[in-house]
């Protein structure tokens, strides 16, 4: 059973950081690429920031020079580091990644973990 858990999320004021984790474990054969994505209530899911296994990073244009994106393949972990922070940055936050375990290769989500920005 593949799962990945995140932690890191909170509560923090305007221009704060965050560090968010995204553990993936079980059954792992290798993991390809892993991601970051946010939502609000009533909102779609949107996409945040990718990486690949050789760490090629992705972002979003609405984060592009304030969060960064790191893996460690040791570790089977995804970080999210969020720097000025803003409140349009609000939301529950989920770890994505296309993992390969027993029943081949497969998309995975985590539970989320929320932050809340605001003074």
């Known amino acids: 059973q593949v799962q990945l858990v995140e932690s890191g999320g909170g509560l923090v004021q305007p221009g704060g950081s965050l560090r968010l984790s995204c553990a993936a474990s079980?059954?792992?054969?290798?993991?390809?690429?892993m991601g970051w994505y946010r939502q609000v209530p009533g909102k779609e899911r949107e996409w945040v920031a990718t990486i690949t296994t050789n760490g090629r990073t992705n972002y979003a244009d609405s984060v592009k020079g304030r969060f960064t994106i790191s893996r460690d393949n040791a570790k089977n972990t995804v970080y999210l580091q969020m720097n000025t922070l803003e409140p349009e940055d609000t939301a529950v936050y989920y770890c994505?990644?296309?993992?390969?375990?027993?029943?081949?290769?497969?998309?995975?989500w985590g539970q989320g973990t929320q932050v809340i920005v605001s003074s």
């Open positions: 994505n990644a296309v993992i390969s375990s027993a029943r081949g290769y497969q998309n995975y």
């Open positions: 079980g059954n792992i054969v290798s993991i390809n690429g």
